[in-house]
């Protein structure tokens, strides 16, 4: 596997959902001139982010005008499009879910994840969100071949979950993790990047974070800050103009994940015959 030019791009969201379409699609043009094979819009690209919208701006994805722009964006920019996500209504049950597909260069859809972790939180003094008031939890871990090799999805609050990101590097081998995420101004300052960096260190994998741009136009006030990663745990990139759009390029480079994981041998070193079982915490406390 070689290394590959990824970009983030940090987009402006508002409720004209035809302008989001158009603004995404020539973002993923720009960013394929500026040399990206993959490409990764932010979480909610189509609609603004807010449970009340879902409903209004949800799609089936068999006849989604939002997957079409995808597909028809990849293929005309030749590359491997990671496409944020868009509130999806399942043709059968009705349901809502918050859904990231992903497409090849020639536009053929390679991946479908629905957000496994639906974010309902309540921070005194900060933020109450209730992502089931209308979306239902998607129930499958997607982890995704892509041309320039194996990617794991999650949707932002689902990078809380360390076992995703633990599972995807450790079974399924990926060489990163894709968040498309819409963190906000009590959670962004708190945990953003912690949660960047404690997945990418665990894991000695890249970990990619994709917000959109800072808008105060439709209510929900994202951090921005869309970031890449390193398997070290260091931020090799990462948007510095919060309110306006943007695009952070990086390169995921396989020979620093080798380098690193020489270093630093934890993927060798751990020591499952200690971790479960009766015997793992002895009475006396060693
Ligand atoms: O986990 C957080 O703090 C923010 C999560 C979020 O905004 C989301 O899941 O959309």
Not at 2 to 28: C, M, P, T, W, Y
Not at 140 to 145: C, E, G, N, W
Not at 259 to 269: F, G, K, L, N, S
Request: hydrophobic share 45%; proline share 5%; charged share 20%.
């Amino acid at each position: 596997m070689s290394a590959f030019r990824i970009a983030l791009v940090q987009l402006k969201v508002g409720l004209d959902k035809e302008r989001n379409l158009a603004r995404a699609h020539r973002r993923v043009l720009e960013a394929a001139r500026a040399g990206a094979q993959v490409v990764v819009l932010p979480e909610c690209f189509n609609s603004p982010y807010g449970a009340h919208h879902f409903p209004q701006y949800a799609e089936q994805l068999a006849t989604s005008r939002t997957a079409a722009r995808l597909a028809a964006a990849a293929r005309e920019a030749n590359v491997t499009l990671i496409g944020g996500s868009f509130p999806e209504r399942d043709d059968a049950t009705g349901q809502l879910f918050n859904t990231c597909t992903v497409w090849s260069p020639e536009g053929e859809r390679l991946g479908v994840h629905r957000k496994i972790h639906l974010f309902d939180i309540d921070v005194p003094g900060g933020i109450r969100f209730q992502e089931s008031a209308t979306l239902s939890p998607g129930a499958r871990m997607t982890v995704v071949d892509t041309a320039v090799g194996r990617i794991g999805i999650g949707i932002c609050y689902d990078i809380r979950f360390p076992e995703l990101a633990m599972i995807a590097a450790r079974e399924h081998h990926v060489v990163a993790m894709v968040y498309p995420g819409a963190f906000n101004m009590t959670t962004g300052p708190m945990h953003w990047e912690l949660l960047a960096r404690a997945r990418a260190v665990d894991n000695q994998i890249w970990t990619a974070l994709c917000s959109p741009a800072r808008g105060q136009g439709a209510g929900y006030i994202a951090w921005g800050h869309s970031m890449l990663v390193d398997p070290n745990g260091d931020v090799v990139a990462e948007a510095q103009d919060h309110q306006g759009e943007q695009i952070v390029y990086g390169t995921v480079d396989p020979a620093r994940t080798a380098a690193v994981r020489q270093a630093i041998p934890v993927t060798t070193q751990r020591r499952f015959d200690v971790y479960t079982g009766p015997k793992a915490v002895a009475d006396n406390g060693v």
